[in-house]
Each structure stands twice: as structure tokens, then as C-alpha cells.
Nanobody, 115 residues
Framework: QVQLAESGGGLVQAGGSLRLSCVSS????????MGWYRQAPGKQRELVAF???????KYADFVKGRFTISRDNTKNTVYLQMDSLKPEDTAVYYC?????????WGQGTQVTVSS
């Protein structure tokens, strides 16, 4: 069983920044990839960013140019740098680990952006 532990959420004013971290209990090398999803109240969970095993990064259109996903394989950690935050970015952010045939989720970390 793989465990994912997110941290770094909090309350920030619009235009501010936060950096989320997700530590995996198992290596993040040689897997499909790691990603961040978010879920706002009353809405479905949606992809924010994903980094594949070869380093390819994918972003949702609504965060392009503002958020950056990265990883440190030596620490089994993936990061989400969030800049120029907007009130509509308010959500619970979930870490996601994908291997062939298996998906794991973290417990989530709350991000609240005030206007």
C-alpha cells in the first residue's frame, strides 16, 4: 500500500503564492506519473497538473502560466508551486500517484484564496 502525504495548503490573499508538497511512501521513479487534482465544493475533482515518468508536464488550461509542477526523486516528493492565486483556485488539493493499473490518492490539503 502506498501512502501520500500532502502539506503546504493554507489561506492566502489573491495574487499570493503557495507551495504544496506531496511525499510518497514509495519511490516515484518508474511509475506512470504523479499529479495534483483539486475539488471545490459542489464540483467534481479535476486535474490541475501531472508530471510523467519522463518528465513531461501537463497542465489544466486554467493554471497554465501560474502553477508549476516539479519533483525530487531522491525525496519521493512532488511539488506544486502556485503563483498569482485567484479566489476560484480555492479547493481541496489532492496528490495523485499512478502506476500501471493502480492509482493512489492523498488525503488532500485545503487551499483558500481570499479576494
Amino acid at each position: 500500500q502506498v501512502q501520500l502525504a500532502e502539506s503546504g495548503g493554507g489561506l492566502v490573499q489573491a495574487g499570493g503564492s503557495l507551495r504544496l508538497s506531496c511525499v510518497s511512501s514509495k519511490s516515484i521513479v518508474n511509475i506512470v506519473g504523479m499529479g495534483w487534482y483539486r475539488q471545490a465544493p459542489g464540483k467534481q475533482r479535476e486535474l490541475v497538473a501531472f508530471i510523467e515518468s519522463d518528465g513531461t508536464m501537463k497542465y489544466a488550461d486554467f493554471v497554465k502560466g501560474r502553477f508549476t509542477i516539479s519533483r525530487d526523486n531522491t525525496k519521493n516528493t512532488v511539488y506544486l508551486q502556485m503563483d498569482s492565486l485567484k479566489p476560484e483556485d480555492t479547493a481541496v488539493y489532492y496528490c495523485h500517484r499512478e502506476t500501471t493499473g493502480k492509482v493512489y490518492w492523498g488525503q488532500g490539503t485545503q487551499v483558500t484564496v481570499s479576494s
